[in-house]
């Protein structure tokens, strides 16, 4: 059931180099899902007004507006949709930019069609499990911090913060498993979905905003706690 469901998944592909995104389109309607194109950055805000999808797939250079100005448009209307950016750019600075954008996942040019495939499936599943999960417990409270998972909103105190889906699935996946070691590797497998050896520094960006938004003092962190060697645990018991 769930499989049909993904599969039948619809994705906004925005990409301005055509033979890449004709490729793309070709294979991912082959894998079963409904795929449109946008060619540049105003198409693409155009097709996202209109009409609905599971997933957009956004390149960082794009005419009239960059991945970027886009995916910040998206996450301000739709804190929920997932988004996989694509970019020939490789540097942290520019993959970190991206995640404060909104941007979900970040792969680099060339890649791997197997591992794009992989890495939508993951996002896809996420945002179904992360729908469920929210639902059981959708407000949670600690110290100073109210955390809303179905609308990824949060107040810290006085400040008001919207998260993205993936900071708001590892926090969800910390709290449901406060009180042990969470590894690196296990968040990679349960929240990303993804092998443990793709870029494991990705997990250490994403709990350095969680502190941003909900410590105290980020840098001696009381309810994100870092196991060296190990991973994190969350603890909020007192």
Known sequence: MET????????LLVEDEETLAVGLEYNLN??????????DGKEALDFFETKEYDLIILDIMLPYYD?????????EKNPQMPILMLSARTSAEDKIRGL????????????????????IKGMLKRKTWYKTSSQVEPVYFFGDNEINFENLSAKC?????????????????LIESKGKIVSRKELLENVWHISSEVETRTVD?????????????PDNPIYIKSVRGSGYTFDDSF
Do not use: C
């Open 4 to 11: 049909n469901q993904i599969k039948e998944s619809r994705i």
């Open 100 to 119: 404060e954008f909104g941007a979900d996942d970040y792969i680099t040019k060339p890649f791997h069609l197997d591992e794009l495939l992989l890495r």
């Open 205 to 217: 960006n994403f709990i350095v905003r969680l502190r941003k938004y909900f410590e105290p003092d």
């Open 30 to 39: 082959d894998e079963g899902y409904i795929v449109e194109w946008a060619k």
């Open 157 to 173: 105190g006085t400040k008001k913060i919207v998260m993205t889906q993936r900071e708001a699935m590892v926090l969800k996946y």
């Open 67 to 75: 991945g970027f100005e886009i995916a910040k448009i998206v996450r």
